[in-house]
Each structure stands twice: as C-alpha cells, then as structure tokens.
C-alpha cells in the first residue's frame, strides 16, 4: 500500500504513513533552491517557502488555467515528498467530513488538527488560532524576523500562520458534490469547483479558514495540500467517468461539450487566446500584479515554471503582465519547463484510491392490479432509473423481488432488465399464498451494474380474501342504492345472496352453497343489464375486475 503510488484518504492511512508525509513535508524547510537571499531574484528560498512565493506569484483563480495549474503544482509538491521519501503520496482531506472527527482504518477517532499532524484547529470560542506545532518549531512561521509580507523576500518567514476550522462555513454536503460530478463538461465542472457557480473549493477554504482562507496567503499552510489533494481527486473522478473519452483528450477536455454555453469560445472554462474574458474587458484580466484574479486561459503556459512572463508567453498564448520572475525558472538557473494546459502530464489524472463516479438510480415498483384475491395473479414491474443528468446509459443487470408475506414468483422472483434510454424495467408475475391476506410489501433490489449505483422500492399490494373482496361487492351495491341505481328491493336481493356466500366460504362448510349463491347473482346482475337498470359498465364493475364476484368465484375451489 504505502508505495504503490495512490494518493489516499488520509484518514485510510496507518498513524506510520501520516507521520512519515508530517516529516516530508517538514524536510522540505530544510531544503534550499540555489542562490542567496539577496540575489537580484531571490534564491536561498526552502523548498516550502517556494509553495507561497509560487502561488502567491501567479494567482491562477476564477479562470479557465484553475484546474490544470493547481494539479501541476501539487504533481510537484508531491515529487518533492518524494525527493524525501519516496515511498509517499500527497494524500487528500475528504471535505464532506469533518476533519477533527474522523474514524481510522482500525475504527478510531481520528483528529487531523493535533501537534503531531497539522497543528491546531480553531481557538476557544470560534477565534483564530496560530497553526501552532509541528509547524511553528520548524520554522514554517514566526522567529525573530524579518517577515516576508514587510520584505516583499519569500526566504523570509511570514510572521504568523492562523486557522479557525468549521466557524465560517458549514461542510460541503455530498449532495453538492454530487452536483458537482454530474457536471456534463468542463465549463459546468469548473464553475461548480470555483468561481461562478457554487465554489465548492472556496467554501472549503472558508471551512478550515485563517490564512488558507485569502488567496494571498492560503498556501503558508500546510493543509492546504490535503485540501487541493481533494480538489484534484473530484477533477480526477470526473475525468474518468466511464462513457467520456473526451475528458481524457487534451484537444477535447477543456471544451463546453453541450450547447448550453453558446460554444466555448464564450465561456471561463474556454479554450481561449485572447487575454481578456468575454464581455468587458476588466484591467485585471491580464496582471498579476493589478488583481488577484488574472484570466489565465488553457493556452497560457503554466508559470512560473514556464520561466519569466516576458520570455515564455506570446501573442499567440496570450499574455499576463507582471508575472514575478522565480527561480530555479528564472535566471540564473533558468530550469524552465515550458508546459500548457493541455499538456498529457497535466490532463492526464493521477491515481486515487476511489473508483470513478457511478451513476445515482432510483427504483419504482408497481403491481398490476395494486389490490389482488389470494391465490390469483398480480403483475409486478421494477422500473430503474438512472438520476444523472449527466449520463443516458441504461441500467442493466438483474432484479431481484420479494415479498413480506408467503407468495411465489413466476417464472422466478428475479429477472433482467430490458429498456433504451435512461431506464429499464422487469416483470413477474406475483400469486399470494392463502395465509397473506391484509397488505404485502413487495420489494425489488438493482444491485448496480458497472456504471450505476444500486437501488430498491417497494409497494404495497392489498391482498384480499374471498370473503374480503365479496364484502367490497356489498359496499358498491350500497353505493348504486343510495344513488338511486337499485331500489330497495333489488339492492337486497343482491346482498342477501353475498351474505349467504359469505357464510359458506368456510372450509368446513359447503362451499357449493356458495358458488351456487354466487351463481344466481350472477344471473340476476345480467338480468338487471338487459332490463336497463344497470349499465354494463356497472355490472362489470360488481362483477368484473380482480376482486369482483367472477375472481372470488374463481378464487373459492367449487
Ligand atoms: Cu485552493
């Protein structure tokens, strides 16, 4: 496991492996890019004080480069903790859980925010708190100074690191990050993640709070990491959705693949060439420097390890001022690695330990007729739908029905799913044994087949005895008496035979005298039809249908 290159659920992961990754991460301040602090452009700069100067240095925010940059640089954080020990990966921070309260791979509590792993979670009463150790000791922030943000030097410490963790935000609901993967393209995935729509990834900023909750400063703490660790693994499990090869295609991924964004030339996530976003022009679009969100598009080389702004980006990639020279990328080492958004190592995701996303289902069950005589056949169907709007698959494999009380299934209690679209359905016939009178719950169970989720439903059947469904004969002939269909007269005659049957139904009575009473009724109901006193519809209804007088007679053995 620990090797196998997988980035992980951190809270999966043994107490041994958190600690090696606490230790990496707490190496790379003891590790120096080239040169001096005083250089021209800084060297001297550890490679965790690097993360800072980086991120601070381009604000990749609110554009289309979002996405492919941040896996860049935690594709690059990660080789470092590899540099260290290479038996690790850059784990992920599930942010649908909270992260003092998680359960281990033994079962145990497990708090993210303590001094041997991330440091501290909030302050008495909801208030800020510095992060604190392991960090604190190791240089991450404070000492005697000078500090970075009065240096304007990134080899200088910033002066205090703080969080406030589950104050200003709730979590983010597995709802919303269902919406978030039912994305059908890039632009909808983008504005869902950050940005326009719901900004999932700032509401998790917001969460943990403090100084990962400003742009400017947010990559001075270390969770971070965990947090674009999980960032990156949504991008990955959408990507690899099954069915959409074109999210793994640099020339197609970054393109809106429905209609609904008027093409994507007119949209964040487009794949653009021009500097400024559509509509009006904003000066920030294009400077660093002016504003926190420069429009960097799909075509703008990944900086700063493209090396200086004024060398790397042209006319043709666009062009973002005031791009803060870094080295190693930028002289004297000039180590630049001139890259894009499309490049495969970017689009290309890297392995986490969860599967791609299958598709939501739901499970309707009916039964044809909904009330039936026992002993008599209702019809039983399982509809499977699949609820992502995303996906048209059909949902196939087998269905398996049951019921709360004695019956048989024919030809057998499972069958398989047969539809087009995005549903399916199956059916079996359902015969309630003698002793299930009253209601009986019929389930059916989808297990899920290599793009669906599993589901189950049930409904419920009425079913009746002989007796049961003759005495709803006599409350239907009330019903004709009291509007006026049948007289008097008439209306008890019927009854007087029902009542008769009735009585005879018992097994240790006649049950001829039954059939014989039901009989005759039968003849008298035609009878009324031919005189006019009943129509056929109301004849069939008294007679007809499930549980009418013809289904008990079937019903009671003569
Ligand atoms: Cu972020």
Redesign the pocket.
Known sequence: MLGDGIRRNIASVSKEERDRLRDAILALQTRLFPGAKTDPIPGGVSYWFKQDEIHDGTHV?VCPAFLPW?RELINRFEAMLREIDPDLSLHYWDWTTDPRALTDSDGNPLDLFTSDFMGNAVGPGGTLIEIGDPWKTAGFYGGPGPYRDTTGNPADPPELVQRRVGVNVGLISPADQQTLLASPDFVSFDDQM?GSGVDL??R??EYIGGAIGD?HT?FRDPF?FL??SN?DRLFAMWQNEPGHPERLDPAQLYKAQSTGHNGYENTKGGDRTTIDPPGTPNPCDDDVQACLQPWWGILSPLEPWAGPGDTAQTAATGIIKNVKSVRPWASPDNQQIFKDSRDPSVVLPPSYDTAPRLSATSLNVSCNPPSVLVGAQTACTATVSNLDPASSQTPSGPVTFSSSRPGSFTPAPSGNLTGTGGSASCSVQFAPSGSSAGAVLITATYNGDANHLGSTGSSSLNVLTPAQALQLVINQIGDLQSNGVLNHGQANSLVVKLDHAIDNLDASRNKRTACNQLSALVHEVNAYVSSGILTPAQADTLLGGPTGVLAAMAAIPC
């Open positions: 925010h941040h950050e990834h700032g998790a900023h742009p947010s971070v947090l674009h960032v």
